[in-house]
């Protein structure tokens, strides 16, 4: 009955998804634009890192891409808790886990879509990656997506207003960004900032994405990686099923 139900929620959304094409394109074009007009300047600059400056700068994009996306997710959840949507639903037999994991797998999908366009296009201005490499990759944005996805969706059930919401999950995402190194690896910052970095778990996906772009897969970056993917995602989805139980819509 589990998987029936997800089947289901996530059919109802994935085709709401499908329906707005435009949605789709849109939620790609920020990494595109730091494809476009930041990935040029960092061509032939000592990055520190193996690879070339295409082999950074794309897995921190692919991370940037499942970490914005993701996080505001929740607004719908918000929508619908205002048109009576969510408590129609709560009302029915459907398990709750497969009303949390429908949405987050639609989530899921999305992205890796908008992924997948990504790296063609950074295959066009010079990216050249293992294709094993670049299936991590999405299997790294695909578990970071569900993970937030989750938590975005968490927060908004306990949330009434998007005036409320925006702010939390900007002052949430921003820090994210910068300590996570997602633009540029965090070596080449002071060893205080870099210490620092350590702290969030997102550096610890970029790392693991990176590694796998440049053809190496048994690296410590790799094991932190997977370890932090798998953790954040069984805590969140946990987190998101036990809000959507409890939580008044």
Not at 61 to 70: S, T
Not at 200 to 223: E, S
Request: contains cysteine; aromatic residues 10%.
């Amino acid at each position: 009955m589990l998987l029936h139900d997800t089947a289901l929620i996530y059919g109802r959304y994935l085709r709401q998804s499908l329906r707005s094409r435009f949605a789709l394109l849109f939620g790609v074009l920020m990494p595109l634009l730091y494809l476009l007009f930041f990935g040029p300047l960092l061509t032939d600059l000592p990055l520190g890192e193996r690879g070339s400056s295409w082999q950074v700068l794309v897995p921190g994009l692919l991370c940037q891409l499942g970490l914005f996306g993701a996080s505001f997710a929740g607004f719908a959840i918000i929508i619908e808790k205002g048109q009576g949507v969510v408590e129609r639903m709560r009302v029915t037999p459907v398990s709750r886990l497969a009303l949390l994991l429908g949405r987050v797998l639609r989530e899921a999908t999305v992205f890796v879509f908008q992924a997948v366009l990504l790296v063609l296009a950074a295959m066009a201005m010079g990216l050249r990656a293992p294709l094993a490499g670049v299936l991590i990759g999405f299997g790294f944005v695909a578990l970071l997506t569900v993970s937030l996805a989750a938590l975005s969706y968490a927060l908004a059930m306990k949330l009434s207003t998007p005036q409320g919401f925006g702010p939390a999950i900007n002052a949430l995402t921003m820090p994210s960004m910068l300590l996570s190194g997602l633009m540029l690896p965090m070596s080449l910052g002071p060893a205080w900032l870099d210490v620092l970095s350590h702290l969030m778990p997102f550096r610890y996906l970029v790392d693991a994405v990176r590694d796998a772009y440049v053809g190496t897969y048994a690296t410590a970056h790799m094991l932190y990686g997977v370890l932090v993917a798998v953790g954040l995602t069984a805590v969140s989805v946990t987190v998101g099923t036990r809000v959507f139980r409890t939580a008044g819509a």
